[in-house]
């Protein structure tokens, strides 16, 4: 069973940086695009950056400031996150689809950003 666990969300100010980490159990080799969304309250839940094999993809609005990356040989999906700003504030969370179209959800992991 594919189990999906974010961490290092927190309380961060303006201006600052955090990594979000995605630690996947069973088969990561067979999750062909891996993602990162975020849903902030009273808002539609968004995609902030996905990664497939050899290419990435970013929202508009984090373009510049946030980089996605996965490691394989450590079953471990990145969100570098820099520059942060209050509108960044939301959960964040890591999503997986393999190769027949299956999603996988994390639960998800808080980041507030404070002006």
């Known amino acids: 069973q594919v189990q999906l666990v974010e961490s290092g969300g927190g309380l961060v100010q303006a201006g600052g940086s955090l990594r979000l980490s995605c630690s996947a159990s069973?088969?990561?080799?067979?999750?062909?695009?891996m993602g990162w969304y975020r849903q902030a309250p009273g808002k539609q839940r968004e995609l902030v950056a996905s990664?497939?094999?050899?290419?990435?993809n970013y929202a508009d609005s984090v373009k510049g400031r946030f980089g996605i990356s996965r490691d394989n040989a450590k079953n471990t999906l990145y969100l570098q996150m820099n520059s942060l700003k209050p509108e960044d504030t939301a959960v964040y969370y890591c999503?997986?689809?393999?190769?027949?179209?299956?999603?996988?959800w994390g639960q998800g992991t808080q980041v507030t950003v404070s002006s």
């Open positions: 999503n997986a689809v393999d190769f027949v179209y299956r999603n996988y």
């Open positions: 069973g088969r990561f080799s067979s999750f062909n695009v």
């Open positions: 990664i497939t094999s050899g290419s990435t």
